[in-house]
């Protein structure tokens, strides 16, 4: 059975703390995103990652940055946290084929994230 | 620039009743196009998908969904909700880089 995982469900930080979230993927798929989620916006791309090592910037990368280290697993790194990050978090991913379009994302349950 | 549209932030229906969920994009290609749902404190799991052929397509859960180009839409729907249908359900836009473009969501109740 698919499995995307995250390290926390819930994380309560203060501003100006280094926050780490945690991706992990067992179905060895290449592709790997993260996502915060805010009412009435959707689901907004903060990075992506097509490879071990590599990373793309999404929609929203401001205050944000990426590591992947294994082909498994994927973190998101908020460098100094503020108020305007709080949100909930998602992590997905994908295989990456030729059609690359229609692969289907699985998605992890999503960390909420509240900075004091 | 792709986008994706939900016009319809909450809905109630009633249990037993049919269900149409509005979605609506804009891009300039064939789109490759989502519905995911999520349950409360879940994540997201994948309902459906068109990418081509059929226009109607089948999903899980008894839901499907018509893709129609004239309208840029592409509407959920399910002829008899339960109760366990209440969640809140995304359309999504996929582009060549399997990146997806969100809408803002529609959150379902379903009354007894």
């Known amino acids: 059975d698919v499995k995307v995982t995250q390290s926390s469900r819930y994380l309560v930080k203060r501003t100006g703390e280094k926050v780490f979230l945690e991706c992990v993927q067992d179905?060895?798929?290449?592709?790997m995103f993260w996502y915060r989620q805010d009412p009435g916006l959707g689901l907004r791309l903060i990075y992506f990652s097509y490879d071990v090592k590599m990373k793309e910037k999404g929609d929203i990368p401001e205050g944000y940055s990426v590591s992947r280290e294994k082909k498994e697993r994927f973190s998101l790194i908020l460098e100094s946290a503020s108020t305007n990050q709080t949100s909930m978090y998602l992590c997905?991913?994908?295989?990456?084929?030729?059609?690359?379009?229609?692969?289907?994302?699985?998605f992890g349950p999503g960390t909420r994230l509240l900075v004091l | 620039a792709q986008s994706v549209t939900q016009p319809d932030i909450h809905i109630t229906v009633s249990e037993g009743a049919s269900l149409e969920l509005r979605c609506n994009y804009s891009y300039g290609a064939t789109p490759y196009l989502f519905w995911y749902v999520q349950s409360p404190g879940q994540g997201l799991q994948l309902l459906l998908k068109y990418f081509s052929g059929d226009t109607l397509v089948q999903g899980i859960k008894g839901f499907e969904a018509e893709f129609k180009r004239s309208q840029s839409s592409f509407n959920l729907r399910k002829p008899s909700v339960h109760w366990s249908d209440a969640a809140e359900y995304f359309c999504a836009l996929g582009n060549a880089g399997n990146m997806l473009t969100f809408g803002g969501g529609t959150r379902l109740m379903v009354k007894p």
């Open positions: 997905a991913s994908s295989t990456r084929t030729q059609g690359a379009q229609e692969e289907t994302q699985y």
């Open positions: 179905m060895d798929h290449e592709n």
